[in-house]
């Protein structure tokens, strides 16, 4: 463990009020942690991710976060924490039938029950910032959509932090058997904080899950988390992540398809511009048979920005029948931008159809050209082809109103992102 | 309209255009015939800027203004259209989406107020019918997947929509079949009037039957050798280009 660690593991004691029942849970991945290494360059999953600005990182003096914005003609439940902590005022609406949200700390006996089960479960045991999560986090919320249910109404976990805070807060999701449900999990913050937002999500047998991680902490606003799908009997998952860079963003995802004619649908797009570095990595199980997994994976990086992706598909000995893709496009836009992918199939059924590639290229010239011979100015044009690059994604997101609410922010970011 | 002077101009260290001089007066329509290799399609690229052909010599002026210290899209908000040979097909940008910047760029430089989307919208299934192409092509990338027949009428499609003054097709009859090519020959002929000129590159005779010409120039090693009326395309179907090499006409031309 490292010094930035022991010293926060120090810390965490006070702020665990009503979650005792967890505490089982905290103590055995504060031993898993002991025991596992702390990452340096020659770690395989850290390799191109330092954590030195991390560890350069104290909590400061904690300021006060802006109340979120709401989210036009979305009508979203919006769950907001401020620099960690739930913010039950910005909770104004009422909830639909068959949703229940429950502060960790308030949970009744009936949820206790469950959810001490599935808690830390869903996402990998030796998964390092899960466990720094699991023995660290102060609030969570927990979201139980009840069985044959369709809720209409996204719930939206916010992320607020202002400069100098620290938040480790965790959400745990429950669709009952065929219930349907959309969650967005949204991190924003662009002065010197840091967080790690773990949410585990487990779909029930022909439950449906719409998900959406918005990572857009930018600047010095470092966050590592993960978002973990357990995947039952003909559940299906269509998940979009859209970040931006900063000094430290990394987001793990992982999809364990759990039962049979299970299907998961994973689109993720991220942009990063200045010195900012974005690194997924996203780890597909298929431990079952007939199981089905499409991921498209796009960035776009300019100046001396750096991404890493490893996408890493894994086909169990039982699994017969999967079909699973993999795509990876990037669009470099500039020589000193860095990009680090590694698209990876492990194969031990026999009867299976998968698919991976992996392509990195340079703004066409040609297609500039084209439109500035239209009359589209040279800058104009890039953002026109950048957005060109990923529009199929934002295109495939299930719901438009968030995709229209995304697309000006996205045009912004193209606008600033220089090609040289 | 258009006054090209001596224009020397190269790729890649080889020299291309050796001289070339051209006027084009408001109204008129040029054709531009000659051999493979000539600098037909070099004379496009280096009158709409494209990157990676330097001039070294010469003038162009587009309604007297210098437009060789242009950046390309500047010269398309002055009025110069460009038809490719080989339009660029761009996925995840629609045709629609396209077109609307065209013109609004355009729109913008010339200080004139933007169209609105439904305006747009209305021209453009306007513009599709004209060329034959189907509505829903507007909602595809632009050229995407598109044949090369449908690729030379969504070329001339942005011309009726981009009202340019000075319209230079190259090659815009290669590829063709006879119904594309009336297609394209008419959306040319519906936008012939007193303001706006053309110039026609081909290498067939076969377009100048639909689109009659004023003036025919033959195009060899660089420079225009030779000027006339319709007549001469008629003459170079017939006779080919074989006596460009003939030392007479290169006495005549010294």
Redesign the interface.
Known sequence: MSAWLEARIARADDNTTGQSWLAAKRQESLELLRESAWPTRKTEAWKYTPLRSLQGFSCGAVGTAAVVDKIDDLNSIDLVFVDGNFDTEQLSVELPEGLSVTRLADADRATQAWAAKRFACIKPERHLFGLVNDVLFSDGVIIDVAAGCTIHQPVRVVQQLSEGAEAHTRVLVRLGEGAKAAVIEQCDGNSESFNTLVAEYQISAKAELEHYRFAFQVDKAMSVGGCHFDLAERAQLNSTLVGFGSTLSRVDVDIHHGGEHTFAKFNAIYLLDGRELFDLHATVEHANPNGRTIENIRCIIADHAKAVFNGRIHIHRDAQKVLAELNNRNLLLSDHAEINTKPELEIYADDVKCAHGATIAAMDEQALYYLQSRGVDRSKAQVMLSFGFINELVDQMPNQILAEWLRPQLRQRFSQMEVS | MLKVKDLHASVEDKAILKGLSLNIKAGEVHAIMGPNGAGKSTLGYVL????GYSVEGGSAELDGKDILDM???E???AGL??A?QY???????SNL??LK???D??RK?QGVEPLTATEILKMARAACKQVHLPIEFLKR??NEGFSGGEKKRNEIL?MLM?QPKLCILDESDSGLDIDALQVVAEGVNSQRSPDRSFLIVTHYQRLLDYIKPDFVHVLADGKIVKSGGPELALELEENGYGWLNNSAYEGQNA
């Open positions: 709409s800027g494209r990157e950046e390309a899209d010269r398309a908000c259209f460009l490719f339009p660029v097909e761009i996925p995840g940008v989406e396209f910047a065209s013109l760029a355009q430089m990338g632009v942005q981009l």
